[in-house]
């Protein structure tokens, strides 16, 4: 991270974590970083497709000449970030990464400006982060920045931080397997009405090589 902006996030962000995964969002005080208000945002994620604005700060708003509260994240990136962004954002939902996002906005007449985003998980509710307390802040502030909308905005760079080194012990204790069922070795999460199940894919059955 090389903005302030972004490293007092991580640090208010990872101080309310303790040794969780994610914070609650309820748990977040935004006295706390009343300095950096204006470069913070919320999203909810919605389905996979879709993570929306909840809050956009004031200086967000006015870098990008845009109102983003209501829009969706990924939409905001040609499709091959789209996909590139949502595969980030989902090893964050579930494993307690934060992602560190370099962007590169440009005005209709080629004029570039270069952005820091950085999105850390909240929860909601669930297991898994369903809401992401993020910051933005412009890498360089030409003068025209906030004067002219930034029409095309394109990933540059992306990189997950792993507070602790690795995805959270919480994600390493559902994968670790059980003394009954040794070669189950991924998960996938079936919703039916409200509620939630992990189902092991292979149950008791073996393959072939293990007969």
């Known amino acids: 991270m090389k903005e302030p902006v972004s490293q007092q996030l991580y640090a208010y962000w990872n101080s309310v974590r303790g040794d969780r995964m994610a914070p609650k969002r309820f748990e977040i005080e935004p006295s706390r970083i009343a300095a950096i208000l204006p ?5 909810e994620a919605i389905d ?3 993570a929306r604005f909840r809050l956009a700060g004031t200086r ?4 990008f000449s ?9 939409e905001l990136f040609p499709s091959l ?3 590139e962004l949502r595969a980030q954002v989902a090893t964050i939902a579930t494993q307690g990464a934060v992602g560190v996002f370099t962007v590169e906005g440009r005005t209709l ?3 570039a400006a270069l952005f820091e985003i950085v999105l850390t998980p ?3 509710s669930g297991e898994q982060a369903d809401r992401f307390l993020g910051s933005i802040a412009p890498l360089e502030r030409p003068a025209w920045l906030g004067h002219e909308p930034l029409v095309e905005k394109r990933l540059k760079h992306t990189e997950l931080i792993w507070p602790e080194g690795r995805p959270h012990a ?3 204790a559902m994968h670790r397997q059980a003394p009954f069922m040794p070669h189950v070795r991924t998960a996938r999460v079936v919703r039916v009405d409200r509620r939630q199940f992990r189902v092991y894919e292979g149950g008791l059955q073996k393959s072939n090589d293990e007969r």
Do not use: M, P, Q, W
Not at 39 to 43: E, P
Not at 67 to 73: L, Q
């Open 39 to 43: 470069d913070t945002f919320i999203l």
């Open 48 to 50: 996979s497709a879709t």
């Open 60 to 63: 967000i708003c006015e870098a």
């Open 66 to 74: 845009a109102e983003f509260r209501g829009e969706n994240f990924y």
């Open 81 to 83: 970030d789209r996909a």
């Open 109 to 111: 007449d080629g004029k």
């Open 122 to 124: 909240l929860i909601h």
């Open 170 to 172: 919480l994600v390493e």
